[in-house]
């Protein structure tokens, strides 16, 4: 791998940008940046330094930390420039560079070079992205638990006991298919029951987890004229939707996004809901019931005793306009968007309802590709175990649990057939 460069931090004007700079080529590079540099034989000890152009005019100061592989994020030798936020001096700084031998790095090239050198597995570096981009505080220390492991933890947990039925399994089969050993199925089928169980309670707690790195999508939703945009822009402060009291006036889905109490909950303002032959007026419409089924939750200010007619239940029936007098006890909640009334109780009932699912169990997965992983895990156990309970044989069921490996390899690092043969034998006496 060739040395790139790039800057971590936001585009834009700030006082500090850092540059920085990973390959075998890259403290020669930086040396050529630096006006008289000293000799450099420490790691990781920052220095402020006067950064040149081609002519050798100073063009900024910057305090520059060269850092030796492998003890770098990247596992090769790094260094990070401190310099300036003007993006010009930034921008002129990396064409240096590049002029000097080092390419652009591509997004997520330092990550990418981290898990290449063996610097974190696959978990780690989707939780270095997932900590970047959480939406809330909670978020963020669930995404940092799994940079530091937690995630690999609990994987590895669940490969050892897959492993250890595999092996068992497997010295069976060399000595005698028809005389198993004591208590083998019982014990096979426990260990994978109680995999499938873990498994099963991390999947179902994705969503919630979503919630809080991702945010939640709530959906205003009901007829027209029920005050959906006027309770939108009273959520917001602001007015974002024009209200006003002729029908259909909002034809698109406008969003926006508010945060409650640490969680991010991007609202959605929709067309009413009714029959109409305006052609624009059906598109919204249409719209309108696409967004109440992806939502992951509804507020619905509809006529009493009705019902949202939609696959996605997750719905807080709101009566608005509570300023007119009725009390709306046939609702979840009464507010009035026009006065504020009972805003700060919808807020805490918003935000209820889309944490409810959350548990910090210790097993926490952040990224629908790691959701994908653990659900063919599920499944090739569950296969393995009805291979177990019937007259398949033994052979398959080594085949549905080598397969449960393969899907959880691709979190983390790859089973070797070592891993098995260790199993196998660790349980032998000493000396034998």
Known sequence: MGTVVACSTPFGSSGIAVVRITGNQSHKITSLLIKKPTRINKHNSPSLFSLIDVDGVVYDQAVVNFLFAPNTYTGEDLVEINLHGNPVIIEKTIALCCSYGATTAPGGEF?????????????????????????????????????????????????????????????????????????????????????????????EGFNAVNVLTAGATVVLAGPTNAGKSTLFNALLKKDRAIVSEVEGTTRDVLENTINIDGVPCVLKDTAGIRKTKDVIEKIGVRKSNEEILSA?????????????????????????????????????????????????????????????????????????????????????????????????????????????????????????????????????????
């Open 111 to 203: 990550t990418k070079r981290a898990y290449l050198n063996g610097k974190m597995d696959m978990s780690q570096a989707e939780s270095v992205a997932s900590l970047i981009s959480s939406k809330s505080i909670l978020g963020a220390k669930l995404s940092y638990k799994n940079l530091n492991g937690s995630l690999l933890e609990n994987i590895l947990n669940i490969k050892n006991k897959i492993i250890l039925v595999i092996g068992q399994i497997e010295f069976n089969l060399d000595i005698s298919e028809e005389n198993l050993q004591p208590n083998l199925i019982s014990n096979s089928l426990k260990t994978i029951n109680s995999c499938v169980n873990t498994l099963s309670s991390a999947i």
């Open 296 to 432: 992951d939750l509804v507020l619905y200010l509809g006529a009493p005793g009705s019902v949202l007619s939609s696959e996605n239940d997750n719905v807080i029936y709101v009566h608005n306009k509570k300023d007119l007098g009725w009390d709306g006890k046939e609702y979840d909640i009464s507010i009035s968007a026009l006065t504020g009334e009972n805003l700060p109780k919808l807020k805490k009932l918003i935000l209820k309802r889309v944490s409810s699912g959350f548990s910090d169990l210790g097993f926490i997965i952040t990224s629908q590709r790691q959701l994908s992983c653990l659900v063919s895990t599920e499944k090739q156990l569950v296969t393995a175990k009805n291979s177990l309970l019937s007259s398949s044989g033994l052979e398959l069921a080594v085949e549905d649990l080598n397969a449960a490996l393969f899907c959880l390899d691709e979190i983390t690092n790859k089973t070797t057939k070592d891993d098995v043969l260790n199993t196998v034998f660790s349980s032998f006496c000493v000396g034998k």
